[in-house]
């Protein structure tokens, strides 16, 4: 069974950082591309990064581009997001998705598996 | 970028009506398409993607069609268990960007 389970969520204030990690399991998490998406409170779904099988891939949404970094250990089976200079419109659930294919040869990005997200408050 | 439009933004109809949802891309995205189902207080599921492939265990009164800017799901039936909002979700370039959702409610 694919799990996938969000941690590092917390309180913090406008300026801080915070790393958020995606713990894998059920699938072969080196073979997929994995994704972070953001949902401020009752708003849509926002797609924030997204990093290749290998890692050697990084991909930003434009309004986190330079405060936030994406990585993965797959000797760990972890995905992570760094973010850095946060400010009060990156407050929401942040959720590790995964790719739904490891085909190269299928463009884009859509997601099967979800985690169960983590929350971002940032407020003074 | 691509902007992915939605509507309605919402919807209330009856228990066993049709239900469509309309997205509506920028440009052309081919049939690079998939659309989520997320009930209250839940994940985001994916119910079909390739604009109409239906998601391995997603039920089959959901269907989604369309290609190049208009793409539609369809509920052929809709049951109280299909309270939602659901999103579409461009995947053909970056950004992968998702349309603002249709909540669904039943009247």
């Known amino acids: 069974e694919v799990q996938l389970l969000e941690s590092g969520g917390d309180f913090v204030q406008p300026g801080g950082s915070l790393r958020l990690s995606c713990a894998a399991s059920?699938?072969?998490?080196?073979?997929?591309?994995m994704t972070w998406v953001r949902q401020a409170p009752g708003k849509g779904l926002e797609w924030v990064s997204s990093?290749?099988?290998?890692?050697?891939?990084?991909y930003y949404a434009d309004s986190v581009k330079g405060r936030f970094t994406i990585s993965r250990d797959n000797s760990k089976n972890t995905l992570y997001l760094q973010m850095t200079d946060l400010g009060a419109e990156d407050t929401a659930i942040y959720f590790c998705?995964?790719?739904?294919?490891?085909?190269?040869?299928?463009?884009?990005?859509?997601?099967?598996?979800w985690g169960q997200g983590t929350l971002v408050s940032v407020s003074s | 970028d691509i902007q992915m439009t939605q509507s309605p933004s919402s919807l209330s109809a009856s228990v066993g009506d049709r239900v469509t949802i309309s997205c509506r891309a920028s440009?052309?995205?081919?049939?690079?398409l998939a659309w989520y189902q997320q009930k209250p207080g839940q994940v985001p599921k994916l119910l079909i993607y390739?604009?109409?492939t239906l998601h391995s265990g997603a039920s089959s009164r959901f269907s989604g069609s369309g290609s190049g800017t208009d793409f539609t799901l369809t509920i052929s039936s809709l049951q109280p268990e299909d309270v939602a909002t659901y999103f579409c979700?461009?995947?053909?370039?970056?950004?992968?960007?998702f349309g603002q959702g249709t909540k669904v409610e039943i009247k």
């Open positions: 979700q461009k995947y053909d370039t970056v950004p992968w960007t």
């Open positions: 998705a995964k790719r739904h294919t490891n085909n190269a040869l299928v463009p884009g990005n859509y997601f099967d598996y």
């Open positions: 990093i290749s099988d290998s890692g050697g891939k990084t």
């Open positions: 390739a604009a109409s």
């Open positions: 059920g699938f072969t998490f080196s073979n997929y591309a």
């Open positions: 440009q052309g995205i081919s049939n690079y």
